[in-house]
């Protein structure tokens, strides 16, 4: 399992290196459709994680991560050099969610979850089913320019917004 973990964490911070790449040379996305068929696991919705990472719900239609994550160094990613990885867990409706990090944070920290190869501003989870006791896992987290940073993200379900803030890498 540990080994399992570690090679996602490689990936991720080499779609991160790639992402700044790609956006160094005027490419790559700013918005990512996260389809259901991307889902890693199906759980209880509200996901509230365990006593020790506790997972938030936004507008009864997300549970994100607690508000204090770890980050990690990756130096084989030049512009993305730290991972905070945490999944998100979607309720299982047909409505949309979509998860932006505020443009004046973009320079700080990019976004990325479900079978990412790239890391975003934005991310649109697709609804996926009609069991709202349910939610469809997506793996991934943020990555960062360096060690820590104080961040809000912008949860969006139809006319609805909330900002949820983050500590990565350290307490805010």
């Not at 509200?46 to 549970?63: D, I, K, M, N, W």
């Not at 991972?83 to 969610?97: D, E, I, N």
């Not at 190869?117 to 009609?130: E, I, L, Q």
């Not at 912008?154 to 983050?166: E, N, S, W, Y």
Request: glycine share 8%.
């Amino acid at each position: 399992m540990r080994a399992i973990a570690v090679l996602v964490l490689l990936a991720l911070a080499a779609a991160a290196s790639a992402a700044a790449e790609s956006a160094r040379h005027g490419g790559g996305p700013a918005t990512r459709t996260v389809t259901c068929a991307e889902s890693i696991d199906r759980t209880i919705f509200p996901y509230v994680g365990s006593r020790r990472h506790r997972y938030r719900t936004a507008l009864e239609a997300v549970s994100l991560p607690p508000a204090f994550l770890q980050a990690y160094h990756h130096p084989e990613a030049h512009d993305w050099p730290y991972f905070a990885k945490s999944g998100v867990v979607v309720r299982s409706t047909r409505q949309t969610v979509t998860v932006t990090v505020p443009r004046a944070f973009r320079s700080r920290v990019v976004i990325a979850w479900g079978n990412a190869d790239n890391v975003y501003a934005t991310v649109r989870f697709v609804g996926c089913g009609s069991d709202p006791r349910a939610g469809h896992a997506y793996a991934g987290g943020f990555a960062l320019r360096s060690s820590s940073a104080c961040v809000p993200l912008l949860v969006r379900v139809g006319d609805r917004t909330a900002t949820v803030r983050f500590g990565l890498g350290r307490r805010c």
